[in-house]
């Protein structure tokens, strides 16, 4: 495999420029998934404490430990502070929580999930899309909280998720810790190019969630009862496969190698074997400039948004809603 790719992070800890996502991959897919990924090369993975799968993704990690396959320091480990965590008041008990349920003594980077906070109810993960109840959100304060988790040793480095530029711009004028890394929906259709000029200015690592335009978000809302959403179709796109077919490589390759050009980190998720070893296999290559720019060409914007967390009722009226409705 060609030399990988990595994002530098403060204290001189790197992130591998691709990760494995693990939303809506359920406990028995992880089974087989992390040891494939692992084979295959990946050196990250993205969880979180709501995406409920935590604990096997610590076993089979432990398992990797002990019997020295892979030593803790190799791998680059990111979980997130949950809605109902987004409080002063509770972002040490839910960083306690994740490492328990991980089995580790430190994650190398903590993101707070959402900008908005909900009520806290003890055993949900995640709000009630059609009851949620958010609250007031102090991001300031909140900030000091994971400042301390950083000092207390549970994690190399914080960071947001779904923050705004605002939002983030906020954290950098009070912050001891600066965040290190934005982790947003960022796809060949949404291309967020000011906030991530914003980020990249600053130091900040900008990661791309559902770089693939996250194909399976339907599922998400079906646990709901809520209609499906028209989704953007990047799999399909004509001129990336005519692109992918010149390169030899896949629609999915194509587009997460656009990425690593513009020095964005991806994490896209599969539980399929062939598209995990497909997905890092993104190293050995080029798009040349003519070509970047026609992927630059085919951005959508705002419209091509598909994780808008608008299924949580009462978020849009929140004055932290980070995105324009
Ligand atoms: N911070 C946040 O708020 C947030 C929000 C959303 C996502 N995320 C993170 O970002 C990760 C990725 O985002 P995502 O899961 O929304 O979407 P994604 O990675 O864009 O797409 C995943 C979907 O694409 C399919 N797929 C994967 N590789 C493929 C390939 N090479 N060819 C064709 N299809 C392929 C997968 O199917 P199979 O699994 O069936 O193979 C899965 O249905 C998440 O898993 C999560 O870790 C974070």
């Known amino acids: 495999m060609a030399a990988k790719i990595f994002m530098d992070m403060p204290g001189g800890l790197k992130m591998p420029a691709i990760g494995l996502g693990t939303w809506q991959s359920s406990d028995a897919e992880i089974e087989n998934v992390l040891d494939t990924a ?92 059609d009851k949620t109840q958010t609250e007031p959100t102090d991001h300031v304060a909140i900030w ?51 906030l991530v000029t914003f980020c990249h200015q600053n130091s900040i690592v900008v990661v791309a969630y559902s770089p693939l335009g996250s194909p399976a978000f339907n599922k998400f809302l079906a646990l709901f009862g809520l209609p499906p959403k028209k989704l953007p179709d990047m799999l399909h796109d004509e001129t990336i496969k005519g692109m992918a077919t010149k390169y030899k490589k896949t629609n999915a390759q194509i587009m ?14 599969s539980v399929t074997a062939a598209r995990i ?22 951005e959508v914007g705002e419209k091509a948004r598909i994780c808008d967390f608008k299924l949580f009722s009462g978020i849009l009226e929140h004055p932290e809603y980070p995105f324009p409705k």
């Open 277 to 298: 070893k497909e997905n890092i296999e993104i190293f050995d290559f080029n798009i040349c400039a003519a070509d970047m720019k026609i992927l630059d060409d085919l």
């Open 38 to 129: 692992l084979e295959s090369g990946y050196r990250h993975i993205d969880t979180a404490f709501s995406y409920e799968n935590e604990a096997t993704i610590g076993r089979i990690l432990k398992n990797w430990f002990s019997c020295g396959k892979l030593k803790r320091e190799e791998v680059f480990i990111t979980t997130k502070l949950p809605m109902p965590g987004v409080h002063q008041d509770r972002v040490e008990m839910f960083m306690k929580k994740s490492l328990e349920n991980l089995q580790l003594e430190y994650v190398d980077l903590y993101l707070i999930h959402f900008p908005i906070g909900t009520k806290y109810v003890e055993g949900q993960a995640l709000p009630t899309p």
């Open 256 to 269: 997460l190698r656009y990425l690593l050009q513009r020095k964005i980190a991806a994490i896209p998720k």
């Open 144 to 194: 000091k909280k994971m400042e301390e988790q950083v000092d207390a040793g549970r994690t190399k480095t914080i960071g947001v998720s779904n923050f705004n530029l605002k939002q983030v711009d906020r954290i950098l004028k009070s912050a001891r810790i600066k965040p290190a890394c934005l982790q947003v929906e960022l796809h060949i259709y949404l291309q967020q190019r000011q």
